[in-house]
């Protein structure tokens, strides 16, 4: 079993930042990918960043340029830097591992509004 912990979610005003940290714990091995993705209200959960064990990186297209995802493997723990956030990005963010299965967190809530 592997545990998620989130944490870093909140209230911001559009245009402002977050960052988003992810730690797990329990049966961690590598290689493995590590990635958020978010679920907005009456939406289906879809990709926003991943990262696999070597550091390649993948986004969403709606995310590209503003949010940069990061890990530090010694702490089994990833990261989502959000810049320039957009009411759109209001939602739900799951930290997701995968190896042989899909483990996720609890979910943080973002919200971006004036």
């Known amino acids: 079993q592997v545990q998620l912990v989130e944490s870093g979610g909140g209230l911001v005003q559009p245009g402002g930042s977050l960052r988003l940290s992810c730690a797990a714990s329990?049966?961690?091995?590598?290689?493995?990918?590590m990635g958020w993705y978010r679920q907005a209200p009456k939406k289906q959960r879809e990709l926003v960043a991943t990262i696999t064990s070597g550091g390649s990186t993948n986004y969403a297209d709606s995310v590209k340029g503003r949010f940069t995802i990061s890990r530090d493997n010694a702490k089994n723990t990833v990261y989502l830097q959000m810049n320039s956030l957009k009411p759109e990005d209001t939602a739900v963010y799951y930290c997701?591992?995968?190896?042989?299965?899909?483990?996720w967190g609890q979910g943080t809530q973002v919200t971006v509004s004036s």
């Open positions: 997701n591992y995968r190896r042989a299965f899909d483990y």
């Open positions: 329990g049966s961690v091995f590598s290689p493995y990918t």
